[in-house]
């Protein structure tokens, strides 16, 4: 915590000049990200620009092929395994499907990581479990297998399971997907009073536009490996580019062409013809 | 014509890398013992899922299997007036070959099979990746204890196809047909060498768990994580099991034996 101390002015996550391929394609090209500290910044993009990926580059699972990602000071991909393990004790992620050990029980899902990195007794446990459990109400529901929760409960129980051990960060990958709009409801309150209460540094990826530019402080757009746009809601909502209108107004047509690259459809009709 | 050595190349390489990461995982499964120590609970979890439930199929396998040793046996022995030597036969034949051989096919289609698609399921599901953020390594926590439990239980289990063996060989052969049941006791007796029989059986079966448990971790870990990758891997898991306990064997046999 002392190096937190000493950093505090500066921002928890510093990306720069950051490059990532898969297979011929650059998924990242030169990527620059600040995440300043106890807000939420928001990281919004169409499926497939890899906002997934650049979770994971943070948080060590992926090496990039060259820039830096520095959080806390610290430059991920130059930690040796024990160091980026301790860093990771510090950062919580919360995966698109959850991510819950199916062989676990809710109960045993959220004390899993205060079993593995603690030596508390079982009594001190299952208090601060249920505590946990009940910041995203669900005490109740603590006896429960994932199998049986509903997609909105998986979610909660894996926010639980993040915030275990209380750390500094927690990454969200796409937490509003597939949620109906009372579980959407709960989880975008739940993310802004667990960054308020805590002072944790949130980073939301997302691309549910109104729900994400409702809590976001800080929203970076990102599209063909670039940031194409960052700047609060309100900037984002005004002005902005062509594309950053079409994506955060969800028009059909646009910059972004509706219809994939294709030969004119005359053409293509009167090749069939002449066969 | 280029195409074809193109393809063949790339397959060749591809094959190579995957055998390679293959031997690599072996460092992290061992390193892996270290928390196996520390907490036994989690190989103990893996010896009922892997073991125990395995128990029931390689017995009753091993019962019959043992029944047709009889059976077989005494048509071919009768004919020499050899019925006494049946016991030796029943035993040698069950614990040298057909009990370390059955149990890791047998292994490799129950426990092997479901390994693989326990991981791959993990792996599809994130699971796997959410240790990793929860800055728990899978390959120690998840992986080690399933292998060490495979390799322990295989000889435990060829152990088990074979004493049932014998015993369904005594049922047809001393019960059944009426061979003389102290012939039978006395030439197994006689002619099994703890040293020659035993102990190159359990060395081969200790071989087979280790190669089985190996490919299911393996390929459960190294799968295409969508339901289509999980299936193929499943499917590689038998195949590659099943085909390398039988080579082995051979070579096994002919080393010990030849
Ligand atoms: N394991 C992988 N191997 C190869 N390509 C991948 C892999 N994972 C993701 N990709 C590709 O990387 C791109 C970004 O993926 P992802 O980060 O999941 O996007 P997002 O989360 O923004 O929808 C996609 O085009 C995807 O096809
Ligand atoms: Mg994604």
Redesign the interface.
């Known amino acids: 915590m002392q190096q937190s101390a000493k950093e505090c002015g500066k921002p928890l996550v510093r990306i720069r000049g950051l490059r990532f391929r898969r297979g011929e394609r650059w998924i990242f090209d030169g990527l620059d990200i600040d995440i300043p500290r106890d807000r939420i910044t928001a990281i919004m993009g169409p499926s497939g620009t890899g906002k997934t990926t650049l979770l994971k580059l943070i948080g060590g699972q992926l090496v990039p092929d060259e820039g830096t990602v520095e959080v806390d000071g610290q430059n991920v991909h130059a930690l040796s395994t024990a160091e980026l393990y301790r860093l990771r004790m510090r950062m919580g992620m919360l995966f698109q499907s959850g991510a819950l050990l199916t062989d676990l029980s809710v109960f045993d899902n959220v004390a899993f990581p205060l079993r593995e990195h603690t030596r508390l007794t079982e009594s001190m446990i299952r208090k601060l479990v249920l505590l946990k459990l009940e910041a995203v109400g669900l005490r109740g529901a603590r006896d429960l297998m994932p199998s049986q929760l509903s997609g909105g409960m998986a979610r909660r129980v894996a926010l639980a399971r993040a915030i275990a051990l209380d750390p500094m960060m927690i990454m969200y990958d796409e937490p509003f997907t597939g949620q109906d709009p009372i579980s959407m409801g709960v989880l975008v309150q739940l993310i802004r009073q667990l960054n308020d209460a805590a002072h944790l540094t949130s980073i939301l990826v997302s691309h549910d536009v109104a729900e994400t530019l409702q809590i976001a402080d800080q929203v970076y757009v990102i599209s063909d490996g670039r940031v194409v746009e960052s700047g609060s809601p309100e900037e984002l909502g005004e002005g902005g580019s062509d594309w950053t209108r079409q994506f955060i107004n969800g028009l059909p047509d646009g910059p972004v062409p509706f219809h994939y690259p294709a030969p004119a459809l005359s053409d293509d009709l009167l090749e069939g013809a002449r066969c | 014509m280029l195409n074809l050595f193109a393809s063949l190349g790339a397959w060749g390489m591809a094959s190579l890398t995957r055998l390679g990461r293959a031997h690599l995982l072996l460092f992290p499964l061992v390193r892996g013992l270290l928390d196996i120590l520390r907490r036994p609970r989690l190989l103990v979890d893996q010896l009922f899922s892997v073991g125990v439930l395995t128990i029931l199929i390689i017995a009753v396998a091993g019962l019959f299997v043992g029944m047709v040793l009889g059976l077989q046996g005494y048509n071919v022995l009768s004919r020499f007036g050899g019925e006494t030597a049946l016991g030796f036969m029943v035993a040698a034949s069950l614990v040298r070959e057909l009990g370390p051989v059955l149990t890791a096919l047998l292994f490799a289609g129950r426990a092997g099979s479901a390994l693989t698609a326990e991981i791959g399921l993990?792996k599809a599901?994130?699971?796997l990746?959410?240790?990793?953020?929860?800055?728990?390594?899978p390959e120690h926590r998840v992986l080690a204890p399933r292998f060490f439990a495979g390799l322990i239980s295989v000889p435990l289990l060829a152990a088990i196809f074979s004493c049932l063996g014998v015993l369904g060989g005594w049922m047809v052969g001393g019960g059944l047909l009426g061979v003389d049941q102290a012939a039978f006791w006395n030439g197994m007796q006689e002619g099994i060498d703890f040293h020659d029989d035993v102990i190159n059986g359990v060395i081969k079966s200790v071989v087979f768990g280790f190669v089985c448990t190996w490919i299911a971790v393996f390929q459960g870990y190294d799968c295409v994580p969508t339901s289509e990758g999980v299936s193929r891997a499943t499917t590689r898991t038998v195949v590659h099991s099943s085909l390398a306990v039988l080579g082995l064997d051979f070579v096994l046999t002919a080393l010990m034996f030849g």
């Open positions: 993990m599901t994130e699971q990746s959410g240790l990793e953020m929860m800055a728990v390594n």
